[in-house]
């Protein structure tokens, strides 16, 4: 059974940096590709980074160079490092993998950013 288990949100003021964290039980994260979406309030989830099972990364324009997507192998972790944050930045963030053609979501962790 593949669980995943975002953690590191909160409420930060505008600027500051929030690390989110997604860890696995039940697959190796370092095997996957690796995606980390947000709900904003009131609309659709949206992509907004990965990273690919040899390490390609890639971002939604509207966080592009203000957040990190990273693994750590060794904990069976991926971490979303996120900087210069805004209050659009608001929103349920969720971690999602593909095992087995079966999509797993984590059950969220929320980020409030106040301006």
């Known amino acids: 059974q593949v669980q995943l288990v975002e953690s590191g949100g909160g409420l930060v003021q505008a600027g500051g940096s929030l690390r989110l964290s997604c860890s696995a039980s039940?697959?190796?994260?370092?095997?996957?590709?690796v995606a980390w979406y947000r709900r904003p309030p009131g609309n659709e989830r949206e992509l907004v980074a990965s990273?690919?099972?040899?390490?390609?990364?890639s971002y939604a324009d509207s966080v592009k160079g203000r957040f990190t997507i990273s693994r750590d192998n060794a904990k069976n972790m991926v971490h979303l490092q996120m900087d210069s944050l805004k209050p659009d930045d608001t929103a349920v963030y969720y971690c999602?993998?593909?095992?087995?053609?079966?999509?797993?979501w984590g059950q969220g962790t929320q980020v409030t950013v106040s301006s």
């Open positions: 999602n993998t593909i095992v087995a053609f079966n999509s797993y």
């Open positions: 990273i690919t099972s040899v390490g390609t990364t």
């Open positions: 039940g697959t190796f994260l370092s095997a996957r590709a």
